[in-house]
C-alpha cells in the first residue's frame, strides 16, 4: 500500500523520461513496458518456412538488377547502334554471363514461389464460390508458358 485512498492510484500515468517508451507512450505502474523478447539477426533460419520466405524477398534484389539491365539496353538502343553493340558485347563477357545465369535461377525462384503464393494472394471468387487454388496457381503457369512461348517464337523467328 502507498496510503493513497483515493481509489484511483497507480492509474496516473508515468511522466519522467526514464519511463517514456520510443514512441513517447507514457507507462503506468499498472501497465508497465511491453516485454519484447531480443531477436537474433538469423532469427529466419530457425524455421525453413522463414527461411524460404527471407530468400524470396531478397530475390527481389535480382528482379531489380534486371529490370535495371533492361533499362541500359533501351538507353543504349535509343543512343545508336554503335553505343547498343558496345552495350551487348558488354553484356557477352564470361563474368556477365554468370552474373545473368545466377540471376536468372533466382529470378525463377521469385516467380515459382510467387505463382504458388497467388492463390493465398488473390482469392477469386465465381458465382460466389472461390476458384480452386490449383485452377489459380495453374493458370499463372499457362499464362507464363504461353507468353514465353510467344516471346520465344518472336526471337527465333527475329534471328532467321
Request: aromatic share 16%.
Amino acid at each position: 500500500m502507498n496510503g493513497d485512498t483515493s481509489g484511483d492510484a497507480g492509474f496516473s500515468p508515468v511522466r519522467s523520461a526514464s519511463t517514456a517508451g520510443p514512441a513517447g507512450h507514457l507507462y503506468t505502474p499498472y501497465h508497465p513496458k511491453w516485454y519484447r523478447r531480443r531477436l537474433s539477426v538469423w532469427w529466419w533460419l530457425q524455421q525453413g518456412s522463414y527461411a524460404r520466405f527471407v530468400i524470396r524477398e531478397l530475390t527481389s534484389v535480382a528482379v531489380a538488377f534486371f529490370a535495371l539491365v533492361f533499362l541500359w539496353l533501351v538507353w543504349a538502343l535509343r543512343q545508336g547502334p554503335e553505343v547498343y553493340a558496345q552495350v551487348v558485347d558488354r553484356l557477352g563477357t564470361p563474368l556477365w554471363v554468370c552474373v545473368s545465369v545466377a540471376g536468372f535461377v533466382l529470378v525463377l525462384y521469385h516467380t515459382v514461389t510467387w505463382f504458388n503464393l497467388a492463390p493465398a494472394a488473390m482469392v477469386v471468387r465465381i458465382s460466389g464460390k472461390r476458384v480452386p487454388d490449383w485452377v489459380v496457381a495453374g493458370a499463372n503457369y499457362a499464362a507464363w508458358a504461353l507468353i514465353s512461348a510467344i516471346v520465344a517464337w518472336f526471337l527465333i523467328g527475329a534471328g532467321q
